[in-house]
Every structure is written in structure tokens, then in C-alpha cells.
């Protein structure tokens, strides 16, 4: 799918599929100058079908003519509204009454005047066209036939750089796919050995470094927390070290942590009644996310930053050497934990990846985990929960995450709840009250970094899956992630608030 700038105005443009993104009021007059073009009453037949402009609202028009073959309307709501979400869903929205349809599909929407406003906004709607578009067929044995525009071009007064611009969407959509299709996978496929493979692959495409720490490796250093999780799987744990290093100077080195658990029974304490043990094939989606971050990024190619990925993943499981409910064990920083709840467990791995990353003495750190039920409790499914004591990186990650239209928001980081996770013998309990729980396990991982080093948490265990789709994602995996890290890694944001 290619996206590109056509010199072309509304009176010129010729293709397959016009989509035309209008207000409500018609403010710009698109519909009167639609009438002249086509010579067509398109005003009555709106009226008809009792089209107003809403925002996302689509009306779709059978032209059969040579020079173009249908005419997609779309509502982008009222014009005083936010622009950059209603182009968007818009676009979303276009690109899937495009499905089925081949050749070359304009894109007429009212840019800002502002240029770089305008190539922010091309650069969205390409993006939001293709994640829309994206469907998962791996797994059927004869998927339908489906046939995609080839081309979709951007018409309008957009500036002349925004087609550089665009050759960025290709590499984060890439990440985005990979991101959801690591989640989509089922756990029988996408296992820690399989997690490390899709790190290999990346190294080797683009020249980064590799290195997978295994089970003994991660005994060496101590990493009994991470090690306690995975004893009870048939499936080897995989420390995976991902590095992508810049040509030229150094300013930042950054570190993205992924939980992997490829799959969470909960262990004895297990999942059962409403805990929905047979979707927690999705709790590797945060290593999902920084692995198709790291994909965009090897990519993109930024200068000057340096960046790290940690994966510790394995599986969550039952068996006769799985760790008990009660068992303490210790952390690579010398912290003793008991693990009062073995459900609790997506902590308990990134604590020793916390106390590596630390090691690597970055600039910040950044986690991104589906852990805990509770921020789902908290702020749904279209809202991932984001804790720091720095407010530079806090802030640079929610302007990352709106800019991608990704649902980001700064929770407390409420000391005084550390209370709850004191253990009568060992440092630590791993597990504290019900009562702000995504509280609690952010206050376990902050116990494991560096206090020098800038550090923030994303739960994410409300995002990375939508059952009927929302926005521009399809049912399924959202792949909740990736453009907040691009845009921040990429953007400028890490290099100025890091
Ligand atoms: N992977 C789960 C969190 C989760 C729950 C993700 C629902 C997505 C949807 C995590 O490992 C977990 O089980 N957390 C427990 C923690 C509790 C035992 C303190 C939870 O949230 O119930
Ligand atoms: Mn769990
Ligand atoms: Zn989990």
C-alpha cells in the first residue's frame, strides 16, 4: 500500500474511489463544488440519506464512470471540534468502505493552513488508513479472497515535505502489525523461544545487536524473581537484549522494558471464574510493543539515540516445580520477595529486567506491561495508566501518545501505599490490598530502579486487545504502544524531556 501527494485538485483527480471528508454545515462548500464536478445532485441525495456530517459518518455512492468509479463521503463533525481525532476515525472510516476495491483511491480532507500542523495530519490519516485496513488471515486454512487499493493519494494543499514525511508511515505501521500479530498469536505459537526469534529477526534485517540470556544466565546474575515465574513452564525462559546504536554522536541512551509472559495461568493462584485465563495469551504485550518499536526504530534510524529493549519473557504455569504460594525468593538486587500470589507475576519478571536496565545506566527507562486488572478497573480499554516521578518524562510520553491518538494518562504515584506491600519476613510481598492495586504494582517496580535514573510505567492491560475494534483498530490485537515510543524515540520527545 503506497501513500503519495497528488498535485491533482478536485476538479482534475481521476481514480478509482474519491473520499471526501466534509463537516457538518459544510463549512468549506466541498458539496457544491462536488455538484459542479460530477454534475450530480449530491445535496438531495445526502438529505435523503439522511447524511449530516457527523463525525465518522459515511455515505458511499456508485458513480461507475470511467474517470471515477465511486464517491465516499465522510463526516469529520463539527469544524470547531479537535481536528486531528475526527480526521483520523475518518480516515479510518474511508479506508474501510475502500476494502474490496483496487487502483487508486483519492483523499480530499480540509488540512490546516498551518504546515506543520498539515503534515502531522497526512501523516496520521496514512497511518490510521492502513492500521484499519489490516487483517489477520495467518491462522485460517483458506482465507477469503481480498483485494486493497493499491495507492492511496493525498489531495489538497499539503506542503512539499509532507511526501518525505510519508515514507516514515510504511516503518510504523510495520511495528504496529508486528506488534499485533505477536499478540494475536496464540500461545502455542508465540512462546518466549518464538519472541526471542521475532528479536533475531530484526537484529539481522537491520543491524542491530542481539544478545538472549538463558535460563542458567539469568541464574549467574541472580535474577531469582524473574526465574521463580517461569520454574513451574516446560517452556525455557529468554532474557531478550535488544540494541540499536546510532551513527555518529551519542546524546540519550534509552531503555524500553516489554513483560513477556507468552501466557498467564495465574499459576496456583489460578485464573479462574471471571479472570478470562484464555485470553492471557495477550500478557506479552508489552514486549509486543517495544519489539514493533524497535522494528519502526531500526528502521527510522534516529540520531543520537541510543536504545536498549528488555524482554524477560516465559510462561506463567502449573506444574510440580512451580513456584508456592508463600515461597521468597530474590531479586538481581539483592531484595527478598514473598510472593504472596503467584498471579502476581508480570512484577516479579520485570524487577530483574529493572535492575539490568538500570545497569546499563540510561538516560530513562520506560516500562510498558499489561499488569494489572485493577487499571482496567480504572480507566477501560481505551486507556493505558502511566506513573513516573519525573514529570519531564511523563509529559514527553503523553504528547507522544496524543499525537499517535493513543489513550495515555498520568496516574498517582501514592508512596504512602507502600504499606501494603510489606511482608512480615521478607522485604517485600509481591502482592498488595485489592484497592488501588495498579497503584501498589507500580510502587513494586519503582523498588527495583535506579532512583537516579528517569523511569515511567505504562499498564496497558486495558489497550492491547479491543473484542469488536475501536477507532483505527480492528477486532483483535491493537498493537497500544508502538506509536507512543516511535513518536517519543523518533519525535524529538525523548531528545527534549528524557
Ligand atoms: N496479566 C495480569 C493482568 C491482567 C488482567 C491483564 C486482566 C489483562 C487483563 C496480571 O499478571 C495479573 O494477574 N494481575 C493480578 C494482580 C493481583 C493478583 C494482585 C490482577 O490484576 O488480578
Ligand atoms: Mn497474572
Ligand atoms: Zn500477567
Not at 167 to 195: F, Y
Not at 277 to 304: F, H
Not at 428 to 435: A, E, F, S, W, Y
Request: hydrophobic fraction near 45%.
Amino acid at each position: 500500500m503506497q501513500f503519495s501527494l497528488s498535485p491533482a485538485n478536485l476538479s482534475a483527480w481521476s481514480g478509482s474511489v474519491l473520499v471526501v471528508g466534509v463537516h457538518e454545515q459544510d463549512p468549506q462548500g466541498l458539496i457544491g463544488e462536488l455538484e459542479t464536478r460530477l454534475g450530480l445532485a449530491i445535496a438531495p441525495w445526502l438529505e435523503r440519506q439522511r447524511f449530516q456530517g457527523k463525525g465518522g459518518e459515511l455515505a458511499k455512492l456508485q458513480l461507475l464512470r470511467p474517470e471515477i468509479s465511486s464517491l465516499i463521503l465522510v463526516g469529520l463533525g463539527a469544524a470547531a471540534s479537535p481536528q486531528l481525532p475526527a480526521l483520523r476515525q475518518a480516515a479510518a472510516n474511508a479506508a474501510k468502505a475502500c476494502n474490496a476495491e483496487s487502483g487508486s483511491v483519492g483523499v480530499l480532507l480540509p488540512w490546516s493552513e498551518q504546515p506543520a500542523q498539515a503534515t502531522a495530519e497526512a501523516l496520521s490519516v496514512a497511518e490510521a488508513i492502513r492500521l484499519a485496513l489490516y487483517s489477520d488471515v495467518r491462522f485460517r486454512s483458506k482465507p477469503d479472497p481480498r483485494t486493497l487499493p493499491e495507492r492511496f493519494e493525498l489531495l489538497g494543499t499539503l506542503p512539499a515535505d509532507t511526501a518525505s514525511a510519508l515514507e516514515r508511515v510504511g516503518a510504523i505501521c510495520a511495528g504496529v502489525e508486528l506488534a499485533r500479530e505477536l499478540v494475536a498469536a496464540p500461545p502455542n505459537s508465540v512462546t518466549p523461544a518464538a519472541l526471542a526469534d521475532s528479536a533475531a529477526t530484526i537484529a539481522q534485517a537491520h543491524g542491530l545487536e542481539l544478545k538472549v540470556l538463558e535460563r542458567a544466565d539469568c541464574a549467574k546474575r541472580g535474577m531469582g524473581a524473574y526465574l521463580a515465574v517461569s520454574q513451574g513452564s516446560d517452556l525455557d525462559p529468554k532474557f531478550i537484549h535488544l540494541t540499536y546504536r546510532p551513527n555518529g554522536a551519542l546524546r540519550k541512551r534509552l531503555v524500553l522494558v516489554g513483560k513477556g509472559l507468552t501466557f498467564d495461568s495465574g499459576g496456583y493462584n489460578l485464573k479462574v471464574g471471571a479472570a478470562q485465563i484464555d485470553m492471557m495469551k495477550y500478557d506479552m504485550g508489552g514486549s509486543a510493543a517495544v519489539i514493533g518499536a524497535m522494528r519502526a526504530i531500526a528502521e527510522l534510524r534516529p540520531e543520537g539515540v541510543e536504545v536498549h529493549m528488555l524482554v524477560a519473557s516465559c510462561e506463567n504455569m502449573v506444574n510440580g516445580s512451580a513456584v508456592h504460594p508463600g515461597d521468597i525468593v530474590t531479586a538481581s538486587n539483592g531484595t527478598t520477595i514473598e510472593i504472596n500470589n503467584t498471579d502476581a507475576e508480570g512484577r516479579l519478571t520485570l524487577a530483574d529486567a529493572l535492575v539490568y536496565a538500570s545497569e546499563l545506566k540510561p538516560d530513562a527507562i520506560v516500562d510498558l506491561a499489561t499488569l494489572t486488572g485493577a487499571c482496567v478497573i480504572a480507566l477501560g480499554e481505551e486507556i493505558a495508566g502511566l506513573w513516573s516521578d519525573h514529570d519531564d518524562l511523563a509529559d514527553g510520553l503523553r504528547q507522544a501518545a496524543e499525537q499517535a491518538g493513543e489513550g495515555l494518562w498520568r496516574m498517582p504515584m501514592q508512596s504512602s501505599y507502600r504499606e501494603g506491600l510489606k511482608s512480615l519476613l521478607a522485604d517485600l510481598k509481591n502482592t498488595g490490598p485489592r484497592p488501588g492495586g495498579s497503584i501498589t504494582a507500580a510502587l513494586f517496580l519503582r523498588e527495583f530502579v535506579d532512583r537516579e535514573i528517569p523511569w515511567a510505567h505504562m499498564d496497558i492491560a486495558g489497550t492491547v486487545w479491543s473484542d469488536k475494534g475501536r477507532g483505527l483498530d480492528p477486532a483483535g490485537a491493537t498493537g497500544y504502544g508502538v506509536r507512543t515510543l516511535v513518536n517519543w524515540i523518533c519525535g524529538g520527545g525523548a531528545g527534549a524531556n528524557a
